[in-house]
């Protein structure tokens, strides 16, 4: 319930999977040109343990940061759009460490492109923590219907990337009970080693996947639903609380009422997701109540209960439950992201290595089955305390506390602590909870008129609107109380 894709190892790769600290701060309007209808969104961008392999496969992890704006102290709040060349924007080298910017597009509601954000990432080989400073984003504000002289606020917003590139990889574990498999052969793997297209059906040569026949799978020209042989960016975290939190923040009144529980009316301390009786770790609350059709409701995290915001045990890091396939596509839409393809789950896990029997999404069959005991709850350094060997890879049943009012999702990269794959339970590329914590939603490949086009930023009626996503999605991975093999497929 909590990644997505836009444009998302083997254990000698020392990848730095410890949690990564990601910070915004300085936010601020510069250097404005009136006569030409721009200015610059600065800022700071820091983050610890960052990496970028240049050795095949080269890929790295980088902030996609997209930014809203309204005009007074009390406007709705608007996605603002930035200039489409790369060029036009500029990050100042710090400690030896340059940057390169990527931008987003989409083509969503319009003939026009907008860059509805950008990816930031190291330009070379190399590994350490980033701290760019005065990092400078060209608005063209006349593409908001803006003059340029209205009083301005700005929200600049991060989120934890990696960048998965071109590469085939193998489809199913091996197993006799694979959901993916060539078709008449289920203890063998199916190999997708390019964009073209793939029948799926009982038809020897083809892929067969289980209950879903028979499909076409077209070529993935035209952003056609990806299979995951192109490169892509790819969430390295799941969706926090905190991140959700500032996502319902960002909405009016009429918005909120679609993407919460309870009413933004509901008194203060009324829980947004769930009910005071199930809660499952979730802590997202109301601070101050709304006013229906007219004002919007300010949430909080409060996962320690005690009626105080911003706490340093609130949870604000810890995975997002509770939320339904039109949240997490509605985030999807607001933060200019896309939702991803189940065969693109496939391929973070897995990467371009041969698939492994009964592999997990760490690449292997092992699988801790102790129960955890959990330190530092609600806090961002929240950690598992059992010994080293058996510290655990995957939050899921067999780890859980017996009592269902002590389960609930950890926070996200809870076992990001140290650079082996397999004990931080991440997949190939470094991508975090593939397996466990919460269920992957994907776009399943019933959807083969999929297009995966960039949200705009924009909600209607406080629904994505992005044409050609799907009404519904699949989901993958597993979860805190999966009773089964929270395996990739």
Not at 172 to 199: C, H, K, M, W
Not at 208 to 235: H, Q
Request: proline share 4%; charged share 15%.
């Amino acid at each position: 319930m909590r990644k997505f894709f836009t444009i998302t190892f083997i254990i000698a790769l020392t990848l730095s999977l410890q949690a990564n600290n990601l910070t915004v701060s300085n936010v601020a309007l510069v250097d404005q040109v009136t006569v030409d209808n721009y200015t610059f969104v600065q800022f700071d961008l820091s983050w610890d343990n960052s990496w970028n392999t240049s050795a095949p496969p080269s890929f790295w992890d980088a902030a996609y940061v997209f930014a809203k704006y309204r005009v007074g102290a009390t406007g709705a709040w608007n996605h603002i759009y930035f200039d489409l060349t790369s060029s036009n924007h500029s990050v100042t080298i710090n400690n030896g460490v340059d940057a390169s910017i990527d931008v987003a597009v989409s083509t969503v509601q319009s003939t026009t492109s907008r860059g509805v954000g950008v990816f930031i990432y190291r330009s070379a080989s190399g590994t350490g923590n980033n701290n760019w400073q005065s990092v400078k984003l060209k608005w063209n504000y006349i593409d908001n219907s803006l003059t340029g002289s209205e009083n301005v606020e700005v929200k600049v917003f991060a989120i934890e990337m990696v960048y998965i590139p071109t590469d085939g990889f193998d489809l199913g574990d091996e197993t006799s009970n694979n959901y993916f498999y060539p078709a008449g052969n289920p203890a063998s793997s199916f190999v997708i080693s390019s964009q073209g297209t793939i029948d799926i059906s009982a038809n020897s040569g083809d892929l067969y996947a289980s209950g879903n026949l028979p499909l076409t799978l077209p070529a993935t020209t035209d952003l056609k639903y990806p299979n995951g042989a192109s490169k892509f960016y790819l969430m390295k975290y799941e969706l926090t609380q905190g991140q959700y939190k500032d996502f319902l923040n960002t909405l009016i009144y009429s918005e909120q009422v679609q993407r919460t529980l309870n009413s933004p009316e509901s008194a203060p301390n009324t829980y947004a997701l769930t009910n005071e009786t199930t809660k499952f770790r979730q802590s997202i609350k109301i601070l101050t109540s709304g006013t229906a059709s007219s004002v919007p409701a300010e949430y909080y995290c409060d996962l320690n209960n005690n009626n105080t915001a911003d706490d340093s045990t609130d949870g604000e890091n810890v995975a997002c439950n509770f939320l339904s396939w039109d949240d997490l596509l509605s985030y999807a839409d607001w933060s200019g992201l896309r939702p991803f393809t189940e065969l693109e789950y496939e391929k973070a896990t897995r990467g371009p290595i041969s698939a492994k029997l009964g592999e997990f999404a760490w690449g292997n069959s092992s699988i801790y089955s102790t129960k955890y005991v959990l330190a530092n709850q609600g806090a961002a350094s929240e950690y598992i305390t059992n010994p080293s060997e058996v510290r655990g890879n995957c939050n899921y049943i067999s780890t859980q506390p017996l009592a269902n009012a002590d389960r609930g999702p950890y926070r996200s990269g809870v076992f990001a602590d140290t650079t082996v794959r397999i004990t931080a339970g991440a997949g190939y590329y470094g991508v975090m909870e593939m397996s466990g914590n919460l269920w992957e939603l994907v776009v399943s490949i019933q959807s083969t008129d999929f297009t995966a086009d960039h949200g705009d930023g924009a909600l209607s009626s406080g629904k994505w609107n992005v044409s050609l996503w799907p009404d519904k999605g699949g989901a993958r991975g597993g979860n805190f109380l999966d009773n089964g093999n929270p395996r990739p497929g």
